[in-house]
């Protein structure tokens, strides 16, 4: 684990998403709460939270922290079919948080996965990437392209 110590506290946000690919079945199911585990997006928003709070106990020497704030929106994607993933997280410690928007988004992912592996099988998962990451000792960051990264692949 690395030293964090003589790191200052100050306030760092981090975003993060991904993207789960489906059938237009399976989006159908989704958009009109069809599903038979229940409502999809609010679940995995939910799962999302969880996760992030959880970071330290998933990834090795990922160090513990209090976090302030964590959003995670779900939405509906109907042109890949599927839903998009981001997440913010925000934290005011001595290290950053991207590990935390990262998970969270991972993680909500996952949860549509599970949730809606019955009617497709063959969704995807994809995307997942850093958008941003502010605080810190080494500054500001953002992606150079923000645009969905489906739209990248699809450009």
Known sequence: MVDVGNKPVTHR??????RV???????????????EKGDVIAVA???????????????????PLAMDQVDVAVELAPEWPGLRVVARASATARTGVEMEALTAVSVA????????KAVDRQM????????EKSGG???DWRAADRRNSHQEESA
């Open 124 to 131: 995807r998962i994809e995307g997942i990437r850093l958008l």
């Open 21 to 35: 690919v489906m059938s237009a079945a399976a989006f159908a199911a989704v958009r009109d709460a069809a599903v």
């Open 45 to 63: 928003e939910l799962a999302g939270v969880m996760g992030a709070k959880r970071t330290s106990d998933l990834i090795p020497l990922c160090h």
């Open 109 to 116: 992912c996952l949860t549509v996965y599970d949730m809606v």
């Open 137 to 139: 000792s080494s500054g």
């Open 13 to 18: 946000v981090a975003v993060a998403e991904g």
